[in-house]
């Protein structure tokens, strides 16, 4: 990937339980942004973190942010079947591209 | 609320012809990016435009061309089609720019499908 990579590349759980997804980066960056694709379908955006916040909630879900450690991670709280997708992160660097560019995403597989 | 707009969502195209994807960004937003991405792949950036000029151009094929109007939609123009191009090709907007730090919102795709 040009960008991040994303860890686990894919997830199985119960529905019911967490699931967390991490993102790691490799150059500074003004923001990054999670999305949510279900198979063959438009990206959905999630959550919006800049590079001085260290954290951000919405409902279920948990976004931190490490820029010392260039990585990120999504937890999704009691996990539900209608989450089954793949979740990717992207990042806008601080030099130069004028651009979104995105990790190798995570295939989250919630098991009723 | 409005969203990113995709048009034609599906079209098939023979080898070497040509195919127009339209995008009609958010209202307000002036900034525009285009992105292919192929089965089980992550989204690969081709082009962008703020303002109605070319702010970055990614891994786009020089058989590709692509520009924003007045109105600041936006049209990607591929010819001499070659299969390897099938892929679900998206566009997305945004504010200001992407250092702006705002959110940017993706159309739900076209897909192209060369045979």
């Known amino acids: 990937s040009q960008q991040g990579e994303e860890d686990p590349q894919a997830l199985s759980i119960q529905e019911g339980e967490n699931a967390t997804m991490n993102c790691s980066y490799k150059t500074s960056i003004n923001n990054l942004q999670w999305y949510r694709q279900n198979s063959g379908r438009g990206l959905v955006h999630l959550i919006l973190i800049r590079s001085n916040e260290r954290e951000k909630h919405s409902g279920r879900l948990r976004v931190t942010l490490d820029t010392s450690k260039k990585s990120s991670s999504l937890l999704i709280t009691a996990s539900r079947a209608a989450d089954t997708a793949s979740y990717f992160c992207?990042?806008?660097?601080?030099?130069?591209?004028?651009?979104?560019?995105f990790g190798q995403g995570t295939r989250l597989t919630i098991n009723p | 609320a409005a969203g990113v707009i995709q048009s034609p969502r599906h079209l098939i195209k023979e080898k070497r012809e040509t195919a127009t994807l339209k995008c009609y960004p958010i209202?307000?937003?002036?900034?525009v990016y285009w992105y292919q991405q192929g089965p089980g792949q992550d989204p690969q950036f081709l082009i962008s435009f703020y303002e109605k000029m070319q702010s970055d151009k990614g891994s786009i094929p020089d058989r590709f061309s692509a520009q924003q109007f007045s109105d600041y939609h936006s049209e990607l123009n591929m010819s001499s089609l070659e299969l390897g191009d099938s892929a679900l090709y998206f566009c997305?907007?945004?504010?200001?720019?992407?250092?702006?730090?705002?959110?940017?919102?993706f159309g739900e795709g076209s897909w192209l499908t060369v045979v």
């Open positions: 997305a907007s945004s504010s200001r720019g992407p250092k702006a730090g705002n959110t940017i919102y």
């Open positions: 992207a990042t806008v660097g601080i030099q130069g591209a004028q651009k979104l560019v």
């Open positions: 209202p307000r937003h002036d900034t």
